[in-house]
């Protein structure tokens, strides 16, 4: 997964093109996406990069945690699942040959998206059985604003196909509570930053609004 990402940006994605092309569709973003004042394409382009890279290192912190919780053997499957996206792209996920020489860019965030979207449910599922998180990160808000990117067509069909996946494991049964040291994952503001905020790109929603409308 790190190479293909790797490969991706030194072959293929030219940032000044990119941005240009997020700046056709920073316009078409939900209104409650708010960008920088200050080189908002720019900062837009920098989000989506990142949430790309970021899948590696979230899935390495949850299986790590999961081995320090003895979970390893139920939270590894769903792992699994999130890395297969990449290995073998679901018929959903936007093909290259689609766009220009631009497309990795384009399949490796619909990827991405169902990676984060399913490790979101894992994560919530295991903070309601625990109350304590398995992500390293909250990534509620980046998930919504690349659903905003995608668009509601395509976002949907993505969206489906998460759900679909994540009803194949027991997800809410997953934890046994008397096994987690609550010591060693701690839930606070500090531990549990938001993705999208501490980049620059904010979302303003109401609290019970759970999907763009």
């Known amino acids: ?17 990119w941005v240009a092309q997020l700046a056709v569709q920073s316009k078409q973003l939900h209104r409650t996406i708010k960008l920088p004042e200050a080189q908002g394409d720019q900062a837009l382009f920098n989000f989506v990069i990142q949430y790309i890279e970021a899948v590696p290192g979230f899935i390495e912190h949850i299986l790590n945690t999961a081995a320090k919780q003895n ?3 139920v939270i590894e499957p769903v792992v699994k699942q999130a890395t297969g996206f990449f290995r073998q792209p679901p018929k959903q996920v936007r093909a290259k040959y689609h766009f220009d020489h631009l497309g990795d860019l ?6 991405a998206y169902l990676a984060h979207r399913l490790l979101e449910e894992l994560n919530d599922a295991f903070m309601l059985q625990t109350g304590i998180p398995i992500l390293p990160m909250d990534i509620t808000k980046a998930n919504l604003i690349i659903y905003g990117m995608l668009g509601d067509a395509h ?4 969206e489906s196909l998460v759900q679909e996946t994540a009803s194949q494991f027991d997800l809410y049964r997953i934890v046994d509570q008397r096994q987690i040291n609550k010591q ?28 763009l409308v």
């Open 155 to 158: 976002g949907c069909q993505l």
């Open 1 to 17: 997964m790190k190479q293909a990402i790797t490969e991706a940006k030194e072959q293929n994605l030219v940032s000044s093109e």
């Open 71 to 73: 979970l390893l053997k």
């Open 106 to 111: 384009y399949q490796l965030m619909d990827q």
């Open 184 to 211: 060693q994952v701690s839930l606070s503001e500090q531990n549990w930053p938001c993705f999208s905020t501490q980049l620059g790109i904010c979302l303003q929603l109401r609290e019970r609004h759970l999907r």
